[in-house]
């Protein structure tokens, strides 16, 4: 059974950094093909892709967020990693992680996503 | 970047009605494409993938159709349950993109 789950700080200021964690089951990180993608949607709007991260490291980003973004991973403790530097309230959203594992960045398990808020 | 333009944004059907919702990519994708349910306050669900590819568990009156920049979510049948918002997403190229979804209700 997968499963994947969010966590991060709730509520944060512009220009901190957010730090969220995903935390997952049922597969490994370290099997050739799988990948996680992060995501995020602002309160009633769209989907928003933000990066993904592969079996073998292999890193994506998307680049409308200029450099801000890091992802990494924990393979031995089934974590995938994402920070968003100098944040505004745009970024308030609710992020998702999500599992790759048809192997075409089709993302075929979701978390339950996680509310962050950038207020002053 | 690889654009979505889904339509409609919005529409209602009724019990039992067959609904259609398209995406338009605004260069050719080679069925690289997937549809996702979202129901109120939860997160999406994969319905289809590869343009057409059903996936694990989800029912029957769920198809997918298309080729090069157009492409299809059928639901033959509408039941209460398929009462949510629906996007597309191209995984042919970096950044992926999703549409802008479609919020579909019942009549």
């Known amino acids: 059974q997968v499963t994947l789950k969010e966590s991060g700080p709730g509520i944060l200021q512009p220009s901190q950094t957010l730090s969220l964690t995903c935390t997952f089951s049922?597969?490994?990180?370290?099997?050739?093909?799988?990948?996680v993608g992060w995501i995020r949607q602002p309160s009633g709007k769209g989907l928003e892709w933000l990066a993904n991260?592969?079996?073998?490291?292999?890193?994506y980003y998307n680049p409308s967020l200029k450099n801000r973004l890091t992802i990494s991973k924990d393979t031995s403790n089934n974590q995938a990693f994402l920070k968003i530097t100098n944040v505004d309230t745009a970024d308030t959203a609710t992020y998702y992680c999500?599992?790759?594992?048809?192997?075409?960045?089709?993302?075929?398990?979701w978390g339950q996503g996680v509310m962050v808020t950038v207020s002053s | 970047d690889i654009q979505m333009t889904q339509s409609p944004a919005s529409l209602s059907a009724s019990l039992g009605e067959t609904v259609s919702i398209e995406c338009l990519a605004s260069?050719?994708?080679?069925?690289?494409l997937a549809w996702y349910q979202q129901k109120s306050g939860k997160s999406p669900q994969l319905l289809i993938y590869?343009?057409?590819r059903l996936q694990d568990g989800v029912p029957s009156r769920f198809s997918g159709s298309g080729s090069g920049t157009r492409y299809s979510l059928k639901i033959s049948g509408m039941q209460p349950e398929d009462e949510a918002d629906y996007f597309c997403?191209?995984?042919?190229?970096?950044?992926?993109?999703f549409g802008s979804g479609t919020k579909l209700e019942i009549k």
């Open positions: 999500a599992r790759i594992g048809l192997g075409r960045n089709y993302f075929d398990y």
């Open positions: 049922g597969f490994s990180l370290s099997t050739y093909g799988m990948g």
């Open positions: 991260i592969w079996w073998d490291d292999d890193k």
């Open positions: 260069e050719g994708i080679s069925n690289d």
């Open positions: 590869a343009a057409s």
């Open positions: 997403q191209q995984s042919y190229k970096y950044p992926l993109t």
